[in-house]
């Protein structure tokens, strides 16, 4: 993978210390977060990216503590960091790191056995936009991240053509690859997220209004 990617990954708190650069899904499953991911707000239709919340909830959380912010506004920012940049399961809009083979038309995987008879059944799964991105009609592929909103699980398929900057494809466990969604490349979904410190940036931006 490029530099700037694994950097980036860094960057967002995973460990890249085991990437030996032998292949895509050498490099990928040696990959270790012990954070979570958040992305940044973004202009809507209905609101502006500085108007929103950069984690859902935070302004409460916020309020709730803001004692701190007059006493020890370096306590609270560590406070925010210790409870939003941890693997919790409880939902604050934010994504993660999965890196988990999904197989489902290898012989001889579990995958394969759970999978297969769904995937060879056009009415079930609809892989058309990844064949014509791969050329390959029988892909290989790796789960990248889950989260809780649509689509809730990201793809890259070994046979990317540029696996160097992979694409991301998108689904959702409701409608699993019979809706797929090209989410971008690998590069440009990471630099959607928030360092720890583009997080705090935000708020202290935001408090000093």
Not at 118 to 127: A, G, H, R, Y
Not at 181 to 198: C, H, I, P, S, V
Request: proline share 4%; hydrophobic share 35%.
């Amino acid at each position: 993978m490029k530099k700037s990617i694994l950097s980036r990954i860094k960057e967002l708190g995973g460990n890249i210390e085991n990437i030996k650069g032998n292949s895509l899904l050498d490099d990928i499953l040696s990959i270790t977060f012990n954070t979570v991911l958040y992305q940044k707000p973004t202009d809507t239709p209905w609101a502006k990216a500085e108007e929103e919340e950069p984690i859902y909830g935070i302004g409460d959380f916020i309020e709730n503590n803001k004692e701190l912010l007059i006493n020890n506004e370096q306590e609270l920012y560590d406070k925010i960091i210790e409870k939003y940049y941890t693997l919790t399961e409880e939902g604050f809009g934010q994504m993660f790191w999965k890196a988990e083979l999904f197989t489902p038309f290898k012989e001889g995987t579990d995958d394969f056995n759970e999978w297969n008879e769904d995937f060879i059944d056009s009415d079930e799964v609809d892989l058309k936009e990844i064949i014509e991105f791969t050329n390959n009609s029988k892909p290989d592929f790796i789960q990248l991240f889950y989260s809780y909103s649509f689509p809730d699980n990201f793809y890259i398929c070994l046979s990317d053509p540029n696996p160097e900057n992979p694409t991301l494809f998108g689904t959702d466990h409701e409608v699993f690859f019979s809706k797929v969604t090209n989410e971008g490349a690998l590069e440009d979904l990471l630099n959607t997220f928030m360092t720890k410190d583009e997080l705090l940036k935000i708020v202290k931006d935001k408090l000093l209004k």
